[in-house]
């Protein structure tokens, strides 16, 4: 490990990613060479909400693990892991939680909010692992002494909780752990769902990276436009159509005519959608022939999995004996 400052951030492993995800992958791909940078499978935080799918789970990582490849993230440069194999995730959680007020984590935001939300679709996540997982996330990154990680604004508290942590475990017995900062990156534009709703797997409003061209066709055929547009030679309002939103993504530099052409009924939402589509198709075929071949030596991906835990391991065994030595004394 260099002196770079180093970097933890994961994502559970629901398979496949979709374009919603490019923007936080496209980010992690520069830190790289700004970073030491810990890139974790987030397994166990996938069982905090969805223990009922846990053989999904290793599928579930292959998958989600080539598009992480296949975007850019570099074996050689990162530790890529899954956090169940590096067990001092479990064991500083579970010495964090000895000494976590419980109000500290009934007070996440997230908390009753999601258990409200997760209810109303069937899934009871009245449990003890649910309630500390922004503890678990807070040992996620302290057991790499990460003095950075990024996040979307709403999560911001989960940095703030891990800080607090952080403050009262130094002062209780010795100072091990650095406060790390959240760096939220403000100008990644967030992408929506072809509905124009958050792009997300349950709301089956996405599309994948490195989707093929039937996928792409589809999708974009989906997607909302104007709807007080009727024929072709109505001005449209780009503002209030999906279209548009990801024209504003992967056309930047047509940008401009594209809204000219469509506020002054120049263009029809056929053609404009023709053009998305083709640019998508253009973005995605680089990624997909990566992707496939990933995917097609499963070996490979479980190689750079294993050489990432043992990296991964080796730092977080020294923070552990840190942690023990402050804890019981040497
Ligand atoms: S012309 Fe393009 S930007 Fe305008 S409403 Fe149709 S799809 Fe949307």
Redesign the pocket.
């Known amino acids: 490990m260099t002196n770079k400052g180093t970097i933890l951030s994961g994502m559970r492993p629901t398979g496949r990613l979709h374009l919603g995800h490019q923007s936080v992958l496209d980010n992690w791909v520069d830190l790289q060479d700004q970073y030491n940078c810990f890139f974790m499978v987030a397994d166990l935080h996938a069982l905090t909400t969805g223990w009922e799918e846990a053989r999904d789970i290793n599928r579930n990582t292959l998958e989600m693990v080539a598009d992480w490849l296949a975007s850019g993230l570099d074996p050689e440069k990162s530790a890529i892991f899954r956090q169940s194999n590096v067990l001092q995730h479990a064991e500083l959680h579970l010495m964090l939680s000895m000494v976590t007020p419980l109000s500290w984590l009934e007070r996440v935001p997230t908390y009753k909010d999601q258990i409200q939300k997760l209810g109303e679709m069937g899934k009871d996540i009245n449990t003890y692992g649910f309630l500390g997982y922004p503890l678990l996330m807070a040992a996620d990154i302290l057991l790499y002494k990460a003095n950075a990680v990024p996040v979307g604004e709403d999560q911001l508290p989960h940095i703030e909780l891990t800080r607090e942590v952080a403050r009262r475990f130094n002062h209780l017995f010795k100072p091990v752990f650095p406060e790390p900062q959240g760096i939220v990156k403000k100008e990644v534009a967030v992408l929506p769902g072809i509905d124009g709703a958050k792009m997300s797997k349950s709301y089956h409003n996405y599309i994948s990276i490195g989707a093929d061209p039937e996928e792409i066709q589809k999708n974009v055929n989906l997607?909302v436009?104007?709807p007080a547009?009727i024929r072709k030679t109505d001005p449209?309002?780009?503002e209030?159509?999906?279209?548009?939103k990801f024209?504003r993504i992967y056309n930047r530099e047509l940008l401009e005519s594209?809204?000219e052409?469509?506020r002054g009924g120049r263009?029809?939402?056929v053609?404009?959608?023709k053009q998305?589509a083709g640019s998508l198709e253009k973005q995605a075929v680089a990624v997909r022939a990566r992707r496939q071949e990933i995917l097609s030596k499963p070996s490979y991906i479980e190689e750079v999995l294993r050489a990432g835990e043992a990296k991964a391991r080796q730092v977080a065994g020294r923070t552990m004996q840190e942690v023990r030595e402050a804890v019981f004394g040497s």
């Open positions: 997607m436009t104007d547009r449209g309002n780009p209030v159509c999906v279209v548009h024209h594209i809204e052409a469509c263009t029809g939402c053609a404009c959608k998305l």
